[in-house]
T-cell receptor, first 113, second 113 residues
Framework: GESVGLHLPTLSVQEGDNSIINCAYS??????FIWYKQESGKGPQFIID?????DKRQGQRVTVLLNKTVKHLSLQIAATQPGDSAVYFCAERPPAAGNKLTFGGGTRVLVKP | NAGVTQTPKFQVLKTGQSMTLQCAQD?????MSWYRQDPGMGLRLIHY???????DQGEVPNGYNVSRSTTEDFPLRLLSAAPSQTSVYFC????????????FGEGSRLTVL
């Protein structure tokens, strides 16, 4: 079946710099996208979501961008901090899928002091 | 507030043994689900439930059974464990039929020898 994928498995970023995590999705019918953060030894934690009728959504230090033309999703983290070190997953949901999400493989972000 | 609680956190089984992974949530969430997480493959949905007495299969249901007798509990049963079931298992819950904000437990690491 169709699945969500990521371009970069590992991203190293200097503390204080901005981070950009990319995700390519293949199901053009998906209408809802979510980013999760998973710290070592813990379960994933919701960060931010975006619906397909939007192309940008901002949260606290995070921004999600959606480009439906090229089926691309990105998560931008401003002023990256050591606590941002984690694995980040994007997830998609096709229409009528209810609460069922399809997750990508994850990108590890390492913040260098 | 405990959120989503999974037990045990670690388990080692021999091939052919059976066991149950427990999941309980105290948020009165209607939707509960089980995912498995394998290296490089993200999270894959095993089974899910939209309410007490209702369960359905996800992407990778073979070898697993579930039941939902109460709103709070959603156990995952392995009837005859196989090495291919070595993984980290996550239980997640949410409220509402279309929410993408899943609340995850801290995971159960299972090794099948």
């Amino acid at each position: 079946g169709e699945s969500v994928g990521l371009h970069l498995p590992t991203l190293s970023v200097q503390e204080g710099d901005n981070s950009i995590i990319n995700c390519a999705y293949s199901n053009s019918a998906s209408d809802y996208f979510i980013w999760y953060k998973q710290e070592s030894g813990k379960g994933p934690q919701f960060i931010i979501d975006i619906r397909s009728n939007m192309d940008k959504r901002q949260g606290q230090r995070v921004t999600v961008l959606l480009n439906k033309t090229v089926k691309h999703l990105s998560l931008q983290i401003a002023a990256t901090q050591p606590g941002d070190s984690a694995v980040y997953f994007c997830a998609e949901r096709p229409p009528a899928a209810g609460n069922k999400l399809t997750f990508g493989g994850g990108t590890r972000v390492l913040v260098k002091p | 507030n405990a959120g989503v609680t999974q037990t045990p956190k670690f388990q080692v089984l021999k091939t052919g043994q059976s066991m149950t992974l427990q999941c309980a949530q105290d948020m009165n969430h209607e939707y509960m689900s089980w995912y498995r997480q394998d290296p490089g493959m993200g999270l894959r949905l095993i089974h899910y439930s939209v309410g007490a007495g209702i369960t359905d299969q996800g992407e990778v249901p073979n070898g697993y059974n579930v039941s939902r007798s109460t709103t709070e509990d959603f156990p995952l049963r392995l009837l005859s464990a196989a090495p291919s079931q070595t993984s980290v298992y996550f239980c997640a819950s949410t409220t509402g039929r279309t929410s993408g904000e899943l609340f995850f437990g801290e995971g159960s690491r299972l090794t099948v020898l």
